[in-house]
C-alpha cells in the first residue's frame, strides 16, 4: 500500500504496541504518508528496530522506544523523549493491547488488572500526555488543521459482547466511552479524538482463530464479507483518520471489520 508522502508531512506521531501486528501497520503506513514515528514497543527490540530501519531506508523518519503503556512513568518518559527527539506530536495512536482469557468464574485479578491496565488505564495514560502537547502548542495551520489527533484501537468487542473474555470485553467497552468524553471535553480546542474497532484481523494475538482451515472457516461464519481482514485494512483507517481528510469526523468510532456488527447469525433467521 503506497499513500501520497504529502499526505502527513512534517507531523509526528507516537504509536503503541507498534512492534507487530495491527501497531506495525500503522507505523509503517503513516511513515510511508509522511509522518515521523515513534514506534513503541514492550519487550520486542529486535523487532522494533527492523521497523525503524525499513522506515528509514524508504527515507522516512522514526525510532523506537522501549516502555510498558500501563506504567505512568514510563509513559511519561516516553512522551518527554519523544518530545525531545521530534520537538512535538501530532498523531497518537493508542493501539498496545492484550488477551487474558479464562472462564469468568476463573478468572483470576491478576488477568482482570493485566488486561484494564495495558487496553484501558495504558490508553489513558498515553492521551494524557498527548493531549498536554497539543493544548500547549496548539494549531500549526501549515501542518494540520487540528491541534493534535488521537486514535484508538478498539474492537468489535467494545460492543459484542465476548464471553470467556470479560477482561478484554470490558477494557473495549471502557475505551468507547473514554474515547467519546475525551473528544467531547477537547474538541473545542481542536483536538480530535476517534476510535478504529477492528474485527477479525490475522495478527499474533488471534492466531488459532485463523491458522488453520477449520479455524477460518468457524471465524468466517462471523464475517459477512467472508475474508478475515489484515493489517493494511486497519492501517488504512487510521492513516485517514490521523489526516486532514477527516476534519469533521470526532468522537466517532469507526467500525473496520467486513461487518461483523451486523449480527450475521439474524440474516437467515427473520
Ligand atoms: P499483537 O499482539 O500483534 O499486538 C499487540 C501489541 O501490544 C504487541 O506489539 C505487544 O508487544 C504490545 N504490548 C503488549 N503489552 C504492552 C505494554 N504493556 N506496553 C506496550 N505495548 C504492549 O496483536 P494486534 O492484533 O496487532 O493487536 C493490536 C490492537 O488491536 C490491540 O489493542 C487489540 O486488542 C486490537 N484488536 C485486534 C484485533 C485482531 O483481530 N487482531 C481485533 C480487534 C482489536
Not at 459482547?161 to 473528544?183: D, E, F, Q, R, T
Amino acid at each position: 500500500m503506497s499513500y501520497s508522502p504529502y499526505l502527513l508531512k512534517g507531523q509526528k506521531a507516537l504509536v503503541t504496541g507498534a512492534s507487530s501486528g495491527i501497531g506495525e501497520g500503522i507505523a509503517r503506513s503513516l511513515a510511508s504518508a509522511g509522518a515521523a514515528v515513534v514506534v513503541n514497543y514492550h519487550s520486542q527490540a529486535q523487532e522494533a528496530q527492523k521497523i525503524v530501519d525499513d522506515i528509514k531506508a524508504a527515507n522516512g523518519e522514526a525510532f523506537a522506544i522501549q516502555a510498558d503503556v500501563s506504567n505512568e512513568d514510563e509513559v511519561k518518559a516516553m512522551f518527554s523523549q519523544t518530545l525531545k527527539h521530534f520537538g512535538t506530536i501530532d498523531i497518537l495512536v493508542n493501539n498496545a493491547g492484550v488477551q487474558k482469557d479464562a472462564p469468568f468464574v476463573d478468572m483470576s485479578l491478576n488477568q482482570w488488572n493485566t488486561v484494564i491496565g495495558i487496553n484501558l488505564t495504558g490508553q489513558f495514560l498515553c492521551a494524557r500526555e498527548a493531549a498536554k502537547e497539543f493544548l500547549r502548542r496548539g494549531v500549526q495551520p501549515q501542518i494540520s488543521s487540528a491541534a493534535g489527533k488521537i486514535i484508538y484501537i478498539s474492537s468489535v468487542h467494545e460492543v459484542i459482547p465476548w464471553a470467556g473474555h470479560v477482561n478484554y470485553a470490558a477494557s473495549k467497552g471502557g475505551i468507547n466511552m473514554l474515547m467519546k468524553s475525551i473528544a467531547q471535553e477537547l474538541a473545542p480546542h481542536k483536538i480530535r479524538v476517534n476510535s478504529i474497532a477492528p474485527g477479525a484481523i490475522k495478527t499474533p494475538i488471534n492466531k488459532s482463530a485463523w491458522d488453520t482451515p477449520q479455524a477460518e472457516a468457524k471465524l468466517l461464519e462471523l464475517i459477512p464479507a467472508k475474508r478475515v481482514g489484515n493489517v493494511e485494512d486497519i492501517a488504512k483507517a487510521a492513516v485517514w483518520l490521523a489526516s486532514d481528510e477527516s476534519d469533521y469526523v470526532n468522537g466517532t468510532t469507526l467500525f473496520v471489520d467486513g461487518g461483523m456488527t451486523l449480527y450475521p447469525g439474524f440474516a437467515d433467521n427473520g
